[in-house]
């Protein structure tokens, strides 16, 4: 069973509350409306296994212009779903990566200090190997060299050896998109009204309230339809994390707040998450459909209690 660890939350600076999600596709409108400070959407500024920046596509057509009144996101990553969206006010990111966690804050707080540092780095091994064995003693040092590792490890991969260390090789990469100060920048405006926490996925029920969404996108394989899910990745998230999923869930349909929940698809999450809301099968750059269509076309499941618009 995973460790649980205690919860440790960096607080938002102060900022406008409650918010919308709005789709970028609606934002402009939404700009013109006094009652919303509109953050424009924004690309994430790292690479991370199992991101969602494919998925995005797919919001508008799931969520509508549905109005949200509290966000919160338990396994940020790279956050693509949140930097996506037109979006006010607050939001509450966690993740149990406490590296990740660390350089939002930074990038949140000194965005210009960790662009001036990034804008000093090379695109060579010897560079690389160097950076990944020094340590940074000031926090914005810490969240830069985690950047710039995020970008030219092996396939942007994060893995620690049993001392913690970072044991990634250097990916070789023939062209780096380090993000820029403009980037962080825009980064930064986002991030203004998020509260950020180091946390297991269930700790975050503890912030959610009434009429709140919650995107959940818990670690799983990409070819997971015929490899026999239940074996895969145990030590990442095991199937017993699957099952205290399927409580928050269930505690969040308990208070009245909303979800969408991506997923392997798999017949066993199929059942496990079963609670009689819609249930969606999506294709990579595709359609979406619903229950009865074929399972060899889809590639994830999504789950969502969010009234459908049609």
């Given at each position: 069973m995973r460790r649980l660890v205690k919860?440790?939350?960096?607080?938002?600076?102060?900022?406008?509350?409650?918010?919308?999600?709005?789709?970028?596709e609606n934002a402009a409108s939404s700009k013109s409306s006094k009652s919303l400070d509109v953050v424009a959407p924004t690309q994430?500024?790292?690479?991370?296994?199992?991101?969602?920046?494919?998925?995005?596509?797919?919001?508008?057509?799931?969520l509508g212009n549905f109005k949200i009144d509290g966000y919160h996101e338990p396994f940020l990553g790279g956050g693509a779903v949140f930097?996506?969206?037109?979006?006010?006010?607050?939001?509450?990111?966690?993740?149990?990566?406490a590296d990740l966690i660390d350089a939002y804050i930074?990038?949140?707080?000194?965005?210009?200090?960790?662009?001036?540092?990034?804008?000093?780095?090379?695109?060579?091994?010897?560079?690389?190997?160097?950076?990944?064995?020094?340590s940074p003693q000031d926090p914005v040092g810490r969240a830069a060299k985690?950047?710039?590792?995020?970008?030219?490890?092996?396939?942007?991969?994060?893995?620690?050896?049993l001392q913690g260390q970072y044991n990634v090789p250097y990916g070789n990469p023939t062209k780096v998109g380090?993000?820029?100060?403009?980037?962080?920048?825009a980064i930064s405006r986002k991030l203004q009204?998020?509260?950020?926490?180091?946390?297991?996925?269930?700790?975050?029920?503890?912030?959610?309230?009434?009429?709140?969404?919650?995107?959940?996108?818990?670690?799983?394989?990409v070819a997971h339809n015929n490899n026999g899910f239940i074996k895969y990745n145990q030590k990442l998230f095991s199937f017993e994390d699957q099952s205290r999923?399927?409580?928050?869930?269930?505690?969040?349909?308990?208070?009245?707040?909303?979800?969408?929940?991506?997923n392997a698809a798999h017949e066993s999450i199929a059942a496990m998450f079963e609670k009689g809301d819609r249930q969606l099968l999506l294709k990579r750059g595709n359609s979406i459909g619903g229950n009865k269509a074929k399972r060899g076309s889809a590639t994830e499941y999504v789950f969502t209690n969010v009234p459908s618009d049609e």
């Amino acid at each position: 069973m995973r460790r649980l660890v205690k919860p440790t939350c960096v607080p938002i600076r102060p900022g406008p509350a409650p918010y919308v999600l709005i789709s970028p596709e609606n934002a402009a409108s939404s700009k013109s409306s006094k009652s919303l400070d509109v953050v424009a959407p924004t690309q994430p500024f790292l690479r991370w296994a199992g991101g969602k920046r494919w998925f995005i596509h797919h919001l508008t057509s799931i969520l509508g212009n549905f109005k949200i009144d509290g966000y919160h996101e338990p396994f940020l990553g790279g956050g693509a779903v949140f930097f996506h969206s037109a979006i006010t006010g607050q939001a509450s990111l966690s993740d149990l990566n406490a590296d990740l966690i660390d350089a939002y804050i930074q990038v949140r707080d000194n965005a210009e200090r960790v662009a001036g540092i990034l804008a000093t780095h090379v695109n060579t091994p010897e560079h690389y190997y160097a950076v990944r064995a020094s340590s940074p003693q000031d926090p914005v040092g810490r969240a830069a060299k985690f950047i710039y590792l995020n970008h030219t490890s092996y396939n942007g991969i994060y893995r620690v050896n049993l001392q913690g260390q970072y044991n990634v090789p250097y990916g070789n990469p023939t062209k780096v998109g380090l993000p820029t100060l403009d980037h962080l920048a825009a980064i930064s405006r986002k991030l203004q009204g998020a509260t950020l926490c180091i946390s297991d996925f269930q700790a975050v029920i503890e912030r959610v309230r009434a009429g709140d969404f919650v995107f959940l996108d818990p670690p799983y394989t990409v070819a997971h339809n015929n490899n026999g899910f239940i074996k895969y990745n145990q030590k990442l998230f095991s199937f017993e994390d699957q099952s205290r999923l399927s409580a928050l869930v269930d505690e969040i349909r308990r208070r009245d707040a909303y979800y969408l929940l991506t997923n392997a698809a798999h017949e066993s999450i199929a059942a496990m998450f079963e609670k009689g809301d819609r249930q969606l099968l999506l294709k990579r750059g595709n359609s979406i459909g619903g229950n009865k269509a074929k399972r060899g076309s889809a590639t994830e499941y999504v789950f969502t209690n969010v009234p459908s618009d049609e």
